[in-house]
């Protein structure tokens, strides 16, 4: 679906209080138009994310042409960058589904809806980083510069994002010396809900791998012949994916605990 059908909508995010915000670190001497597309190609959400974190400036980054496996590196970048930002510096787990780097690399006109909200997302986690790095007073000071209605739109943005351990899990906890027995019952709450969620999530994608082996067996079967001494090696059986897949999975279960195990040590 082409993007000049969206153009309306496109316009009136590009006027919304969390673009109006990233616009103020466009130069007034560069002569640069922030568009939609410097947004989507990620390389200027990787120059804000790099002022907040000089010490960690992502390699190859680089503007957008025709190959959108480069998109598709500059938006993993940053990704990787705020995620390891909030773990390493702030000590918080970001629990919101982060945005889809495939989907925006290879088709960021497509459902253009998903595409605005996920710049959105991107945008709202790199302006809350601004008000928790080094440089949150000057940062709070460009702020202060915008309109009134801005200013506070932008504020419900922040609460939004950090008043709610559904969003954001603060791991400060595993530090403390000892906590307050309310306050460790909020936690082992907010933590079994956590953990309900990731089962969920789990599930729905092992039922999804299943119909996808389902939807691959209904289509290499008929063109495998019982007469061909080969044809199952290359078909295997439903069980014999389902066991591959499985076996995948264990294998990533295993190294996010082992994960876990060296970020405990490390605390």
Partial sequence: MESGVFLPYLEQFMLSPLVTWVKTFVANDAGMQLDFSELLDGVFLNDIMTQINPSATPQGVNK????????IHNLSLLV????????????????????????????????????????????????????????KEEYIERIQTLDFDTKAAIAVHIQELTHSQDNMLDLQWLEASELHPDELEVMARNMALH?????????????????????????????????????????????????????????????????????????
């Avoid at 995620?83 to 982060?98: E, F, G, H, S, V």
């Fill in 64 to 71: 957008v042409k025709s190959d959108p496996s480069q998109r």
């Fill in 80 to 135: 990787r960058q705020i995620k390891t930002y909030y773990l390493d510096n702030l000590r918080q787990l970001i629990m919101i589904p982060l945005p889809n780097v495939l989907l925006l690399g290879k088709t960021p006109y497509c459902g253009i809806t998903q595409a605005v909200l996920t710049n959105s997302l991107e945008i709202l986690i790199v302006l809350h980083l601004h008000f928790q790095c080094e440089k």
């Fill in 195 to 267: 953990l309900r969620r990731l089962l969920d999530q789990r599930d729905t994608q092992l039922e999804t791998i299943t119909e996808l082996m389902q939807e691959r067996e209904g289509v290499v079967s008929p063109l495998s012949s019982p007469s061909s001494p080969h044809s199952a090696s290359y078909c295997p059986s439903m069980q014999q994916q389902q066991a591959g897949a499985q076996q995948h999975l264990a294998v990533e279960l295993a190294d996010s605990k082992a994960k876990i195990r060296r970020l405990r040590q490390e605390l």
